[in-house]
């Protein structure tokens, strides 16, 4: 009996699941460019040109290791993953299909409820199982990252000495988070020139999807395996050394710093998380990097990223629904590249657009902090983090925007909210030198809007928030203030809200 696998565009792996399982003499693997994939949102035409040519270039390697492979482009099959299926099943006979359990509730569904039979196996490329994740949270008041991570470790052997952490520490987070250099000494990603396959894919692309948000060219991705292990070997040798001590800092002319840029080639499976970490641990032990740059990578990996996947999966489909804080405004149109005089809003949006990239601290603490500041509804923030970077999937990206980006979960992931006044973009980054508005001035003209935002959302919000004793303490401060300041910063950050609501330039 034949067997179907199916083989998603984020699943690129040799050691999937479903491939373990099937018979590579037997069985048929099927891989398609669907429409309704590459559609449930208008993702950006990089990350659809990044996830057909490397599905391709994986179908060609999956028949050169001796697998039968069904490939559907584009316009040529159903529009559908499960319409995919049922004509493949009637093809070639099959009556099951093995399936890697996909990274979203939406498409575990649409498997679920496909009239052929398909088996979801568990992806084993995470490091956690759900059992397990469910295993450790369960009874807990409260889910912090930090105890999950010691598990991972413990778990995985990556930098332990027995059962201890290297060097006696668990987190070396004090050595991290500096502000930005003067310069920076690393040129960034490995840039690869589209090859015949990828340019074919880029004109599709542009045909199908050119009006979506974003750039398709200059393309320069990773599109195989080889490419993608040559672009992490470059920067554990170049990057990494630095990446812990400016993890968190932003300039204006440096749009990567020294982050990995593994986040897509690791979510779409050409790398796997292990190796990655384990390079890092290499470079480590070989004396090549230090221990709070090893550190601070590995946790990310094998603690976040972990973390984030439980919270999904133990959270639930209605989990991007949540709005905790009742925020119900419009996401405004310089989201979408409108002009906005607001330095790090318009830098980190500009490269967004250019690279489907930003990094963390771009994400959270500059686009993130601003719509929750000014009260966006969390869902079509969501749809707006899922639409626009290359790394975007359901069960990696709403955790971190619906929960810890905007506290819509109510504090499940985050056990504060992550706002800011400008004084920390400042602090942080270079944008402020050269922004229209002043971040000294907490009111008048010129005044920097994440100031008054700031504290017409700890305001607003002070029922929620008064008790938390991460950010609570911040109401002596509000409550020192005479009431004719507060008035003034509390109406100048609502006429900033109204003018951003009717489309004004702000
Ligand atoms: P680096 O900064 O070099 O970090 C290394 C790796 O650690 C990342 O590649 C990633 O695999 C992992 N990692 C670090 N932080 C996280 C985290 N919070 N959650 C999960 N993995 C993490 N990450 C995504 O992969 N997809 C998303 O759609 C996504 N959306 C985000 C939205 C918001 C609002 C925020 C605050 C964070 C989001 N992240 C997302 C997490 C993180 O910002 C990205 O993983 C990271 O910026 C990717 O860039 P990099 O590969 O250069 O990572
Ligand atoms: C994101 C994406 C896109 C754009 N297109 C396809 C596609 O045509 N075929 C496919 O198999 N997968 C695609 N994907 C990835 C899926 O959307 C992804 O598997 C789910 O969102 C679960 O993570
Ligand atoms: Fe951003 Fe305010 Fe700094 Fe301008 S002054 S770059 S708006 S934080």
């Not at 889910?143 to 778990?155: A, V």
């Not at 290297?166 to 690869?192: C, L, S, T, V």
Request: charge should be negative.
């Amino acid at each position: 009996m034949v067997d179907l696998v199916l083989v998603l565009g984020d699943q690129l792996s040799p050691e999937l699941s479903a491939l373990q399982k099937a018979s590579k003499s037997t069985d048929i693997v099927v891989m398609a460019e669907v429409a309704d994939e590459a559609s449930y949102v208008a993702h950006h035409p990089k990350k659809i040109a990044f996830l057909f040519a490397s599905m391709r270039k994986f179908a060609a390697q999956l028949r050169a290791d001796g697998w039968t492979v069904d490939y559907t482009r584009l316009g040529e099959g159903s529009d559908s993953i499960c319409g995919v299926l049922m004509r493949a099943a009637e093809e070639y006979d099959a009556n099951r299909v093995l399936a890697t359990e996909p990274g979203e509730w939406r498409l575990i569904e649409a498997l679920r409820h496909c009239p052929v039979t398909v088996e979801q196996l568990p992806d084993d490329r995470f490091i956690a199982s759900h059992k397990e994740f469910e295993g450790w949270a369960e009874g807990r008041k409260a889910l912090r990252m930090e105890y999950f991570y010691r598990e991972m470790r413990r778990k995985t052997g990556l930098m332990m000495d027995g059962d201890t952490p290297a060097g006696g520490q668990w987190n070396y987070d004090e050595d991290n988070r500096k502000p930005p250099p003067e310069g920076i000494d690393f040129a960034g990603p490995m840039r690869f020139t589209p090859d015949e396959t990828v340019e074919e894919v880029l004109q599709l692309v542009e045909r199908r999807f050119g009006n979506s948000f974003g750039d398709l060219r200059p393309f320069w991705f990773a599109t195989d395996r080889g490419q993608a292990r040559q672009h992490l070997a470059h920067w554990v040798k170049k990057g990494l050394p630095d990446f812990g001590t400016y993890q968190d800092a932003m300039m204006d002319d440096e749009r990567f710093m020294y982050h990995s840029i593994v986040g897509l080639y690791i979510n779409a499976g050409l790398l796997n998380p292990m190796e990655v970490c384990e390079a890092v641990e290499k470079a480590w032990q070989d004396g090549d990097v230090p221990i709070n740059a090893a550190e601070g990578f590995i946790r990310q990996i094998i603690g976040w990223r972990e973390y984030i996947r439980g919270i999904y999966f133990r959270e639930g489909p209605d989990y991007i629904h949540r709005n905790g804080l009742d925020h119900t405004r419009d996401l405004p149109g310089l989201y979408w590249g409108d002009a906005t005089d607001m330095r790090c809003m318009s830098r980190a949006i500009e490269q967004t657009k250019e690279e489907a990239y930003a990094h963390h601290i771009q994400r959270l603490m500059v686009t993130g902090n601003f719509a929750l500041l000014a009260g966006i509804d969390p869902f079509q923030v969501h749809e707006w983090y899922l639409r626009v970077y290359a790394d975007a999937y359901e069960w990696v990206e709403a955790p971190n925007v619906i929960g810890m980006s905007q506290f819509a979960d109510g504090g499940i992931i985050a056990s504060k909210p992550y706002v800011s006044s400008g004084n920390y973009i400042h602090k942080m980054s270079d944008y402020c030198g050269s922004c229209a508005y002043s971040v000294t001035k907490k009111t008048g003209k010129g005044a920097c809007p994440f100031n008054l935002l700031y504290w017409h959302f700890m305001d607003r919000h002070r029922e929620k928030f008064a008790s938390n004793n991460r950010i609570g303490r911040i109401y002596g401060t509000w409550d020192r203030m005479d009431d004719a300041k507060k008035e003034t910063i509390l109406s100048e950050a609502q006429a900033f809200l109204d003018r951003m609501d009717a489309g004004e330039t702000v």
